[in-house]
């Protein structure tokens, strides 16, 4: 139960009498004030409400108060606050209440219908390993589907191979050079439009393995040889690099498969259907585009649809565009009938963002279609940007950083701030092991509560049935369980706005709850959580700390990050 939901509902029954405007409702909010002097939760409604009763916020917020009042015995304080609020404090067994409830399924809705969801992140193209950028957004997409799935829902993980096109040429080309390298001793051109990683030398000699009697002549001759082969050991030392991180996908969809099936095809015709394709002339791109002249391509109607301009399906040697092939991708994503698609894609794609939102409402209105983007990732250390391999070429590898700090710091941190904002990956942070890193502190809680419960000859996974809450009465405890039934919310704001930077700061302000817990225990013998002889209060600590570790346990696991019980 989300208590803030609650008690906008019961509190919205009580003024059931008031006309309120049904669009302006969810304006109206239960939330946690910002300060702690202003009770446990606030009540927005006088401050949404008062202009359309055209009476002055604080006058309607004491009419509110008096009704509540009356109405109701939960608290122990309620105050107006300007410009227009009504905070409440709590009787402390109201929240003790509310502690008893949590279980191992604690913040998930009840009631929502379970859709099958499509997320498709990281197709990153099979040329080489996984960089830092590739970490972050494959991170994000994993945490995210697992939270959709803990929702509720049906989400398939989704890999676009993105196996065709001229990219694809040269790293075959270049696969092919270090080929000739190893056989004959020629040196690897200094081409710009190859790639020069060192990794290319692994993939070539993987590549050699598999075409032991074929005869490597000039490139035009082997280039269908050496593509398949090349791809596959690009895409598995991707898959390896996926594991590392703990990402699965359950999907892999081939960018030639689709060409091959002549996708495109059909989704053109259905937008030509539609009168959304035309042959036409694009406008002038603005900036410096000396060699730019008109000439007729086959057009996508995407302003129609939100986007600034038209977009060109066909190049000027009548081939397709890139960004045809992902109109067909879609198209054949939209055949498989999901209830909702997320595509998660990197900063660099923001351009992608409107035209494919287009593309898809113009093949399926009815489709719930959505577009993350993953902002980039900057490393530092001892307060220095931070290049930690060459092996590459000119990026830094992902498998290096999970060898650098592990996979739980890695998917932890990787996640801590929004999708939106850049992120600062500070080593010396996340290697620490203080209370100032996140990952550590909120490890480090687990392990000290699977402590208590093993001196205590406590099973953490028994439930205890027979603790008395009202034992329970210090500030330090009552902040604890404050901070726990905050839990739904967070799960609300996750779903809300598809995001989940929300769950480990949560964690990691609700560990620092519990080491300020643990640490008064130190200062003051009644604070102690075990060591003392009343064993009814030590059971009603234990019992709150089995809650807390529900919680905890619960994000963790959202986050795909281990839940230490020794440290």
Same mark, same amino acid.
């Given at each position: 139960?989300?208590?803030?939901?609650?008690?906008?509902?019961?509190?919205?029954?009580?003024?059931?009498?008031?006309?309120?405007?049904?669009?302006?409702?969810?304006?109206?909010?239960?939330?946690?004030?910002?300060?702690?002097?202003?009770?446990?939760?606030?009540?927005?409604?006088?401050?949404?409400?008062?202009?359309?009763?055209?009476?002055?916020?604080?006058?309607?917020?004491?009419?509110?108060?008096?009704?509540?009042?009356?109405?109701?015995?939960?608290?122990?304080?309620?105050?107006?606050?300007?410009?227009?609020?009504?905070?409440?404090?709590?009787?402390?067994?109201?929240?003790?209440?509310?502690?008893?409830?949590?279980?191992?399924?604690?913040?998930?809705?009840?009631?929502?219908?379970?859709?099958?969801?499509?997320?498709?992140?990281?197709?990153?193209?099979?040329?080489?390993? $996984?960089?830092? *950028?590739?970490?972050?957004?494959? @991170?994000?997409? /994993? &945490? #995210?589907? =697992?939270?959709?799935?803990?929702?509720?829902?049906?989400?398939?993980?989704?890999?676009?191979?993105?196996?065709?096109?001229?990219?694809?040429?040269?790293?075959?080309?270049?696969?092919?050079?270090?080929?000739?390298?190893?056989?004959?001793?020629?040196?690897?051109?200094?081409?710009?439009? $190859?790639?020069? *990683?060192?990794?290319?030398?692994? @993939?070539?000699? /993987? &590549? #050699?393995? =598999?075409?032991?009697?074929?005869?490597?002549?000039?490139?035009?001759?082997?280039?269908?040889?050496?593509?398949?082969?090349?791809?596959?050991?690009?895409?598995?030392?991707?898959?390896?690099?996926?594991?590392?991180?703990?990402?699965?996908?359950?999907?892999?969809?081939?960018?030639?498969?689709?060409?091959?099936?002549?996708?495109?095809?059909?989704?053109?015709?259905?937008?030509?259907?539609?009168?959304?394709?035309?042959?036409?002339?694009?406008?002038?791109?603005?900036?410096?585009?000396?060699?730019?002249?008109?000439?007729?391509?086959?057009?996508?109607?995407?302003?129609?649809?939100?986007?600034?301009?038209?977009?060109?399906?066909?190049?000027?040697?009548?081939?397709?565009?890139?960004?045809?092939?992902?109109?067909?991708?879609?198209?054949?994503?939209?055949?498989?009938?999901?209830?909702?698609?997320?595509?998660?894609?990197?900063?660099?794609?923001?351009?992608?963002?409107?035209?494919?939102?287009?593309?898809?409402?113009?093949?399926?209105?009815?489709?719930?279609?959505?577009?993350?983007?993953?902002?980039?990732?900057?490393?530092?250390?001892?307060?220095?940007?931070?290049?930690?391999?060459?092996?590459?070429?000119?990026?830094?590898?992902?498998?290096?950083?999970?060898?650098?700090?592990?996979?739980?710091?890695?998917?932890?941190?990787?996640?801590?701030?929004?999708?939106?904002?850049?992120?600062?990956?500070?080593?010396?942070?996340?290697?620490?092991?203080?209370?100032?890193?996140?990952?550590?502190?909120?490890?480090?809680?687990?392990?000290?509560?699977?402590?208590?419960?093993?001196?205590?000859?406590?099973?953490?996974?028994?439930?205890?049935?027979?603790?008395?809450?009202?034992?329970?009465?210090?500030?330090?405890?009552?902040?604890?369980?404050?901070?726990?039934?905050?839990?739904?919310?967070?799960?609300?704001?996750?779903?809300?706005?598809?995001?989940?930077?929300?769950?480990?700061?949560?964690?990691?302000?609700?560990?620092?709850?519990?080491?300020?817990?643990?640490?008064?225990?130190?200062?003051?013998?009644?604070?102690?959580?075990?060591?003392?002889?009343?064993?009814?209060?030590?059971?009603?600590?234990?019992?709150?700390?089995?809650?807390?570790?529900?919680?905890?346990?619960?994000?963790?696991?959202?986050?795909?990050?281990?839940?230490?019980?020794?440290?």
């Amino acid at each position: 139960m989300n208590i803030f939901d609650y008690y906008k509902n019961l509190f919205l029954k009580i003024i059931k009498d008031i006309p309120i405007d049904k669009s302006i409702i969810k304006k109206i909010t239960v939330e946690t004030p910002k300060q702690k002097i202003f009770g446990d939760i606030s009540f927005n409604a006088p401050l949404i409400l008062a202009s359309s009763l055209k009476k002055q916020p604080m006058q309607l917020a004491n009419e509110i108060k008096e009704l509540i009042q009356a109405a109701n015995n939960d608290f122990e304080k309620i105050e107006v606050a300007k410009p227009g609020f009504i905070n409440f404090t709590f009787k402390k067994e109201i929240f003790l209440k509310f502690i008893k409830i949590i279980d191992k399924n604690y913040g998930k809705p009840t009631s929502t219908k379970s859709n099958k969801i499509n997320i498709e992140f990281v197709s990153a193209n099979p040329t080489g390993p $996984l960089h830092v *950028g590739h970490c972050r957004g494959a @991170i994000f997409g /994993d &945490v #995210l589907s =697992n939270f959709l799935k803990f929702y509720g829902h049906n989400v398939v993980k989704e890999y676009y191979i993105n196996d065709y096109g001229n990219q694809i040429y040269l790293f075959v080309k270049s696969v092919y050079f270090r080929i000739i390298e190893l056989q004959k001793g020629k040196a690897f051109p200094e081409d710009q439009g $190859l790639y020069p *990683g060192e990794y290319i030398i692994d @993939i070539a000699k /993987d &590549v #050699l393995k =598999n075409i032991k009697n074929e005869n490597i002549s000039s490139f035009d001759e082997t280039i269908s040889i050496l593509t398949p082969y090349a791809i596959k050991s690009a895409l598995d030392i991707i898959k390896k690099d996926l594991d590392l991180m703990g990402i699965v996908h359950d999907n892999f969809v081939s960018e030639s498969d689709i060409v091959n099936r002549d996708i495109l095809s059909e989704a053109i015709e259905k937008l030509k259907n539609k009168g959304d394709v035309y042959t036409g002339v694009l406008p002038k791109p603005k900036g410096d585009a000396e060699d730019w002249e008109p000439r007729e391509q086959l057009l996508f109607k995407s302003s129609k649809y939100g986007d600034d301009v038209d977009r060109a399906l066909q190049k000027s040697d009548n081939t397709w565009t890139y960004f045809a092939n992902d109109v067909a991708y879609h198209y054949d994503k939209l055949k498989r009938n999901f209830d909702y698609y997320i595509n998660i894609l990197g900063a660099d794609h923001a351009g992608y963002v409107k035209r494919l939102s287009s593309a898809v409402n113009a093949l399926n209105n009815n489709k719930t279609f959505s577009i993350k983007l993953s902002q980039i990732v900057k490393l530092y250390k001892s307060g220095k940007p931070f290049r930690m391999s060459k092996r590459a070429g000119d990026f830094i590898l992902a498998k290096d950083l999970i060898d650098a700090v592990g996979k739980d710091s890695a998917r932890f941190m990787m996640v801590y701030r929004s999708s939106n904002s850049q992120l600062d990956f500070d080593f010396d942070l996340v290697t620490d092991t203080s209370k100032d890193n996140p990952i550590f502190y909120v490890q480090y809680a687990c392990a000290r509560i699977n402590s208590l419960f093993d001196k205590s000859n406590f099973d953490i996974e028994k439930p205890i049935t027979d603790a008395k809450l009202e034992n329970l009465k210090y500030e330090t405890e009552f902040n604890l369980i404050k901070k726990i039934v905050e839990w739904p919310k967070i799960v609300n704001l996750c779903y809300q706005n598809l995001e989940v930077h929300y769950i480990p700061y949560y964690l990691y302000e609700l560990s620092s709850e519990f080491h300020t817990y643990w640490n008064a225990g130190k200062e003051n013998d009644d604070l102690k959580i075990i060591g003392h002889s009343d064993k009814e209060l030590i059971n009603s600590r234990l019992y709150l700390l089995q809650k807390l570790y529900l919680v905890l346990t619960i994000g963790l696991n959202i986050l795909d990050v281990k839940v230490l019980k020794k440290m």
